[in-house]
C-alpha cells in the first residue's frame, strides 16, 4: 500500500517574538486538521520537535489542499517549509503516533523538505514533491512545476491577501464558493473582496492547486474522475 508522507517546518521560528503563541498556533491547526480529514489519514499530524511537524494520509487524500491549510494558517506568524513524499511504509502504522512510521514514502518526504531548502527560489519555495518511483517522474515533474509558480505568485501576496486566503482555505478548502459569501464571512463589503481576489489571482490560483491534485488522485489514488 502507497502513502503519502508530510514533513515540514517553521522558518526561522527562533527569531518569533513570541515562540510559545507561535507554537500554540501550529498545535492548534494540526489538531484541528485532524478532525477535518480524519478519514484521510492513516497517522496523524503531529509536532516531533519545537518547529517541527509530519503526518501520513492514504494515497487517495487532499494533500494539496491539507498542506495549504496548514501553510496559510501560519502565514500571519511564520514562513513555511514542507516536504511531500510518496510510498510505502515498511514498519507499523500507529495512528496516533506518525513519528513511529518510517519507509520510502517518508525518506521521499525528508528528500523534498531538502530540496526546498537546496533551491528555494529566493526564499520564496514552500513546498516539493518527491514521488520516488521512475514511472512517475514525469508527473513529479510538472507537480513541481505549478508548486514553484503557485509559490512564486503567493510570495507576493500580503496582509488582506493572506487574511483571505486563511480565511477561505480554512473555511472552504477548494470548494468554489461565491466572493459576496467570503465579503458575508469575513466582514468586508463585496467591492474589498473582488479588489483582492483580482489582485492575487484567487480563484485561477485555486483552480489550478485543484486540478493538480485531481490529477494525482487519479493518478496516485485511484480516483475516478
Known sequence: MQYYALVGDLR??????????????????????????????AA??????????????????PILEICDCIRYALSSKSGIRMGLGYGAIETAIDRKHSILADGP?????RNALQQVK??????TRTMAISLGENRY?????????????????????????????????????????????VAKEMN???????NTVQAMGWFAFLDTRKET?????????????
Open 137 to 181: 517522474e514525469y508527473l513529479q515533474t510538472l507537480v513541481t512545476q505549478v508548486l514553484v509558480l503557485q509559490d512564486l505568485v503567493a510570495s507576493k501576496w500580503k496582509n488582506t491577501q493572506l487574511e483571505l486566503a486563511r480565511h477561505y482555505l480554512t473555511s472552504h478548502g477548494y470548494k468554489r464558493v461565491s466572493q459576496a459569501q
Open 105 to 109: 514514502a517518508f525518506w521521499n518526504a
Open 213 to 225: 491534485e485531481q490529477v494525482m488522485q487519479r493518478i496516485l489514488g485511484g480516483i475516478e474522475s
Open 44 to 61: 496523524f499530524l503531529m509536532v516531533n520537535a519545537g518547529d517541527a511537524f509530519q503526518g501520513l494520509f492514504f494515497s487517495s487524500a
Open 12 to 41: 526561522q521560528s527562533r527569531q518569533s517574538p513570541d515562540r510559545k503563541a507561535l507554537q500554540e498556533l501550529l498545535l492548534d491547526t494540526l489538531r484541528e486538521l485532524n478532525g477535518r480529514y480524519e478519514q484521510h489519514m
Open 118 to 123: 537546496k533551491e528555494d527560489y529566493y526564499g
Open 188 to 194: 468586508l463589503s463585496a467591492q474589498q473582496v473582488n
